[in-house]
């Protein structure tokens, strides 16, 4: 079983739609959980910190489930910019930061 | 907002080369990465480094690889004889501290550079 896994889509939805993607982790040990969003060859760039409790960001919510070792990314009223590939990423506990990534999910948003 | 810096940000080789991959990372950070991800595929962790030592690093990186910091600036990550399958967008990242230090979450974010991208042929 891969550490982390995303269905890797594309999901290709219109302007305005709401779409949600889901990563599983095989390690209970996991302590940090991230989304990063990933433009054609360019680096990762970090969208948010996702908590137990659940955050949200403007457009953009997370949340995590430590029972079923998921995390989710819903975004909102989506836009033209949002198309990108969205990457989970979790780290260890007692690990050095060392974030294990997803394959990642490619979203396209369509006018 | 700082920023971490790498150059070059395309370096092309012969294979069997040495490749020096060069790293400013963000200036009060003190844990230092490198990451590297193989055209379509995911991005994967090379090593840690604090303290002017190795924290951490993966089977990816064996013997041919090194990492040093010359400086109080540059964080460098060697490839001492390239092979075809380094070809690779190599991504250096940094942190402020981490995670279960009694530090904020907003200091155990990792901040990656824009990447240098290593053909090797």
């Known amino acids: 079983r891969k550490e982390v896994e995303q269905d890797p889509g594309p999901f290709n939805v219109p302007e305005g739609a709401t779409v949600a993607f889901n990563c599983t982790y095989s390690n209970s040990a996991s302590q940090s959980f991230f989304w990063y969003r990933q433009d054609c060859r360019k680096e990762p760039k970090l969208l948010m910190s996702v908590y137990s409790s659940g955050n949200e960001d403007g457009r953009f919510t997370a949340q995590l489930n430590r029972a079923s070792q998921y995390i989710s990314l819903l975004i909102r009223d989506s836009k033209l910019s949002d198309s990108a590939t969205y990457l989970c990423?979790?780290?260890?506990?007692?690990?050095?930061?060392?974030?294990?990534f997803g394959a990642g999910t490619r979203l396209a948003v369509h006018p | 907002e700082p920023e971490v810096t790498q150059t070059p940000s395309h370096q092309v080789t012969q294979m069997g080369q040495e490749v020096i991959l060069r790293c400013v990372p963000i200036s009060n950070h003190l844990y230092f990465y490198w990451y590297r991800q193989i055209l379509g595929q995911k991005v994967e962790f090379l090593v840690s480094?604090?303290?002017?030592?190795?924290?951490?690093k993966s089977e990816i990186f064996d013997d041919q690889f090194s990492v040093e910091r010359p400086d109080g600036s540059n964080f460098t990550l060697k490839i001492r004889s390239t092979k075809l399958e380094d070809s690779a967008m190599y991504f250096c990242?940094?942190?402020?501290?981490?995670?279960?230090?009694?530090?904020?979450?907003?200091?155990?974010?990792?901040?990656f550079g824009s990447g240098t991208q290593l053909s090797v042929l």
């Open positions: 990423a979790v780290s260890i506990s007692g690990g050095y930061n060392k974030l294990i």
């Open positions: 990242a940094s942190s402020v501290s981490i995670a279960g230090q009694g530090a904020s979450a907003t200091n155990e974010k990792l901040f």
């Open positions: 480094f604090y303290n002017n030592e190795i924290s951490e």
